[in-house]
C-alpha cells in the first residue's frame, strides 16, 4: 500500500513568516508531486507541481523535492491569514492515472 | 463554464437504502474520478474512469458501484447504505489522466453523504 505521510498540525504561524509544511512518501518509483490546497468546507485546487530534484518557485510558494530522501516540501513565503486552509500533499501512481494523497496539514496564520 | 458540478450536495440515508451521486463535466476531459474524503483520513480514491467506456478500483471500492454514462457523466451508487460510508464524496476530472505533467485534478464541490 502506497503512503503519503503529513503531519497533520495546525502548523501555526504569524503573518508574514515563512511556513514550512513536510511530506514523505513510500514508492519510491513515484515521480509526480502535487501540493493542493483545500479551505474549510471547500474542494481541493491545485497550488504546486514538481517532477525534478530541486526547488520550484511560484509566486510566495515553493516546492522542495528530494527524491532520495523520498521528502516533499512547501515552503509558503510572507503567510497570509488567507493562506490558512489545510494543505494536501499528492503523490503519482504508477502509470500517472491516479494520485494518493497525505491526510492534509491544517496551516493557520494568526494576523 | 460550470466545470465538475455534483448533485445532490447534501444526502441523509438510512442504512440500507441506496442512492446515486451523478457528476458532470463540461471540460471535454477524458479522465474522472470519485474520492472520498473522512476527517483525518484524506482524499481516498474509490474508482476512477481512465476514459469513457473504462472503469478501474481505487483504494476503497468495496460497497460501491460506478458507471460512466458517457465522456461528460460518471456516477457514483451506494447499493446499500451503510454508516461507515458517512463522508464528503468528491468528484474530480482531468484532461488525459496524464497525472504525470503539469495535468491537474478538477474538482466538485462535494456532496455530504450521512447514513443513519
Known amino acids: 500500500q502506497k503512503e503519503v505521510e503529513q503531519n497533520s498540525g495546525p502548523l501555526s504561524v504569524p503573518e508574514g513568516a515563512i511556513a514550512s509544511l513536510n511530506c514523505t512518501y513510500s514508492?519510491?518509483?513515484?515521480?509526480?508531486f502535487f501540493w493542493y490546497r483545500q479551505y474549510s468546507g471547500k474542494s481541493p485546487e491545485l497550488i504546486m507541481s514538481?517532477?525534478?530534484?530541486g526547488d520550484k518557485e511560484d509566486g510566495r510558494f515553493t516546492a522542495q523535492l528530494n527524491k532520495a530522501s523520498q521528502y516533499v516540501s512547501l515552503l509558503i513565503r510572507d503567510s497570509q491569514p488567507s493562506d490558512s486552509a489545510t494543505y494536501l500533499c499528492?503523490?503519482?501512481?504508477?502509470?500517472?492515472?491516479?494520485?494518493?494523497f497525505g491526510k492534509g496539514t491544517m496551516l493557520l496564520v494568526s494576523p | 463554464n460550470a466545470g465538475v458540478t455534483q448533485t445532490p450536495k447534501f444526502q441523509v440515508l438510512k442504512t440500507g437504502q441506496s442512492m446515486t451521486l451523478q457528476c458532470a463535466q463540461d471540460?471535454?476531459?477524458?479522465?474522472m474520478y470519485w474520492y472520498r474524503q473522512d476527517p483525518g483520513m484524506g482524499l481516498r480514491l474509490i474508482y476512477y474512469?481512465?476514459?469513457?467506456?473504462?472503469?478501474d478500483k481505487g483504494e476503497v471500492p468495496n460497497g460501491y458501484n460506478v458507471s460512466r454514462l458517457n465522456k461528460r457523466e460518471f456516477s457514483l451508487r451506494l447499493e446499500s447504505a451503510a454508516p461507515s460510508q458517512t463522508s464528503v464524496y468528491f468528484c474530480?476530472?482531468?484532461?488525459?489522466?496524464?497525472?504525470?505533467?503539469?495535468?491537474?485534478?478538477?474538482f466538485g464541490s462535494g456532496t455530504q453523504l450521512s447514513v443513519l
Open positions: 471540460m471535454n476531459h477524458n479522465s
Open positions: 514538481i517532477y525534478s530534484n
Open positions: 474530480a476530472s482531468s484532461d488525459r489522466g496524464r497525472l504525470s505533467t503539469n495535468e491537474k485534478l478538477f
Open positions: 474512469s481512465a476514459s469513457e467506456g473504462t472503469t
Open positions: 499528492a503523490v503519482s501512481n504508477s502509470g500517472y492515472s491516479t494520485l494518493t
Open positions: 514508492d519510491r518509483v513515484s515521480q509526480s
